[in-house]
C-alpha cells in the first residue's frame, strides 16, 4: 500500500532537499505509488511555489523552506543507527514513518555535517535479532487503536499451552521484549492481565465497549522483578556457578535485582528475587551441569526431575 498525498508531498519535498537527480520512476518505486501519482504531487507542489524543475532529474532550485537540523556527524550516525536497527522497522506501518523521518533528518542537515558524512564509512551497525514479524495486515494498527482509544478488544489467540481461544481483553500497553512484540491486556476471560504474544494473535478486532483504565499499570511496573516476559509468584532464587558459566555470570547484568559474588575457588553465588520460575529455570539450564540451584526447594527438586527424565530418555537406544 502506498503513502497518502500527504505523507508524499513530504517525502519528495525532503527527498529533493537531500538528493539530486531524482526521477519520477524512482520516487513511485519508494512511495509505492504510479508515476502518474508522481508528476500530480510534484505539479501540487509547484503550484504551492515549491520551486521544482527538471534538468536530468528532478530538483530544487532554492533550499530555503526549512533551517538545518543542528546535528553533528556523531548524533546523526547514533540517530541513524537507532532508527535502522529499531524493532519497529519490522512492522510495516514503522517502515513507512522511518523512512519518511530519515528523508527529514537528511533533508536538514548541515552542509558541513553532509560533507564529512559523504567522506567517513559507516563504522557500526547494529542489528536487534526478532524471532516473530507481525504480518496479518492491520493488526498492529488495531492494537494501538484499541490502546490509544480506551476500547476493548475482541481477539483470537493461539496459546502454546491451551490452544486458540476467543476472548475480550482490554489492553493498555504494547512492548518490545525478549525478541518479539507482546501487549499487555486485562482479559475479561481470566480475570486478570496477560501478556499476549503478537504473532500469536491471529484476529483482532476493536469493539464498541470501552474500558477504565486501573491506576498504577505500566510497562515499567506490570514486568518489575520479571525475568523476561512472564508473571508469577515472586520467589527468591540461588545459583551456585562454576568454570565457564561462572565467567559468563560475571561477565554481565543479567537482572536489574541481582547479587553477585564470586567465591575463592573461582565460583560464583546468584542471587536474584524474580517473579516467576519458568523463564530463569530455562536461562539456568542452558549451563548444564556448571549451574547448581541452592534454593529454592521446588525448583531444585523441578530440575532434579527433569534430569533423571533426560538421562533416560538419551541412554535408551
Known amino acids: 500500500m502506498g503513502m497518502h498525498k500527504y505523507d508524499r508531498l513530504m517525502y519528495i519535498l525532503n527527498s529533493l532537499r537531500s538528493r539530486k537527480n531524482l526521477s519520477a520512476i524512482r520516487l513511485a518505486e519508494e512511495c509505492g505509488v504510479t508515476e502518474r501519482s508522481i508528476y500530480r504531487d510534484i505539479l501540487s507542489l509547484s503550484e504551492a511555489n515549491v520551486p521544482i524543475y527538471f534538468d536530468r532529474g528532478y530538483k530544487l532550485a532554492s533550499d530555503n523552506f526549512l533551517p538545518p537540523l543542528n546535528f553533528d556527524l556523531e548524533e546523526y550516525n547514533c540517530l541513524q543507527m537507532s532508527l535502522e536497527s529499531s524493532p519497529l522497522a519490522r512492522i ?31 563504522s557500526t551497525h547494529i542489528e536487534i535479532p526478532v524471532t516473530s514479524t507481525v504480518d496479518q495486515p492491520g493488526l498492529f494498527a488495531q492494537i494501538e487503536q484499541a490502546i490509544q482509544d480506551d476500547r476493548c478488544l475482541e481477539i483470537s489467540y493461539d496459546s502454546i499451552e491451551s490452544g486458540q481461544s476467543q476472548r475480550i481483553v482490554e489492553p493498555y500497553f504494547i512492548v518490545f521484549r525478549n525478541r518479539a512484540f507482546y501487549f499487555i491486556a486485562f482479559c475479561r476471560k481470566s480475570k486478570d492481565f496477560r501478556t499476549f504474544r503478537i504473532d500469536r494473535t491471529r484476529k483482532a478486532t476493536v469493539t464498541d465497549q470501552t474500558f477504565i483504565r486501573k491506576a498504577g499499570v505500566s510497562a515499567e511496573s506490570y514486568f518489575e522483578g520479571s525475568w523476561g516476559v512472564f508473571r508469577g509468584e515472586r ?21 536489574a535485582g541481582e547479587e553477585v559474588e564470586k567465591l575463592r575457588d573461582g565460583s560464583v553465588r546468584f542471587k536474584v528475587t524474580t517473579c516467576g520460575l519458568e523463564e530463569i529455570k530455562y536461562w539456568i539450564l542452558s549451563f548444564g551441569s556448571e549451574a547448581e540451584v541452592i534454593e529454592p526447594k521446588q525448583l531444585r527438586e523441578n530440575l532434579s526431575r527433569l534430569a533423571k527424565n533426560l538421562s533416560k530418555l538419551y541412554s535408551e537406544p
Open 92 to 122: 510495516d506501518k514503522y517502515q513507512a514513518l522511518i523512512k519518511r523521518v530519515k528523508a527529514k533528518v537528511d533533508a536538514g542537515l548541515s552542509d558541513t555535517v553532509k560533507n564529512k558524512r559523504r567522506f567517513t564509512p559507516a
Open 235 to 255: 520467589t527468591t532464587v540461588t545459583v551456585l556457578f562454576k568454570g565457564h558459566a561462572a565467567r559468563v555470570v560475571l561477565s554481565g547484568k543479567h537482572h
